[in-house]
């Protein structure tokens, strides 16, 4: 019998790795397909489709644990823990969802709230007043237009926000390979 050949050591849980797999724990050993976008569009059709414990481990920690799910995966330690982008995308599909139902959205606040603002209150409410006399409207119209346009256009700020963070850490880290 041919020996196989040994491709390091397990991050999860030390024993030698033999293939793609640990024959223990089943931890994957990452390689760079596993970094592509299509690995990644996978990952999140896998989402949709299924749902395991290792989402609440993994939001649990991300509680009450920060940063040892980070230290984890950076470890090569992912059996037990649910995927980086899985978790990300659970998380904000239920935030968007709960916020529809609770019927307060900490992103949008009411105009009045904008223009009490000690900070630029005094600028919003000249806006507000020269948008009135302008548009002919009343407030109560004006405040129910300005409230769904920014509920819409808050979720594609977070969008955006997610995206240059993510090039912000991806142009600090690529030097490392993680």
Not at 48 to 76: A, C, M, Q
Request: glycine letters at 4%.
């Amino acid at each position: 019998m041919a020996s196989e050949e040994v491709y390091g050591q397990c991050a999860s849980c030390g024993s030698e790795l033999r293939g793609k797999h640990c024959y223990i724990c089943g931890e994957k050993k990452i390689s760079k397909e596993d970094l592509t976008v299509k690995n990644f569009v996978s990952q999140a059709f896998e989402i949709i489709t299924h749902f395991d414990s290792k989402i609440w481990r993994s939001v649990y920690l991300l509680i009450f644990r920060p940063g040892y799910l980070v230290t984890e995966n950076l470890s090569g330690r992912r059996v037990r823990y649910a995927k980086p982008i899985q978790l990300f995308l659970v998380i904000n599909i239920i935030y968007f969802l709960v916020l529809n139902y609770i019927g307060y959205d900490e992103v949008t606040k009411p105009l009045t709230d904008h223009m009490n603002s000690p900070f630029y209150g005094s600028i919003a409410t000249s806006m507000v007043n020269s948008k009135l006399a302008e548009s002919k409207v009343t407030f109560k119209e004006f405040d129910e237009k300005f409230y769904n346009e920014i509920y819409v256009e808050s979720k594609l700020l977070i969008a955006i926000m997610i995206s240059l963070f993510a090039l912000w850490c991806y142009l600090i880290f690529r030097n490392q390979h993680k």
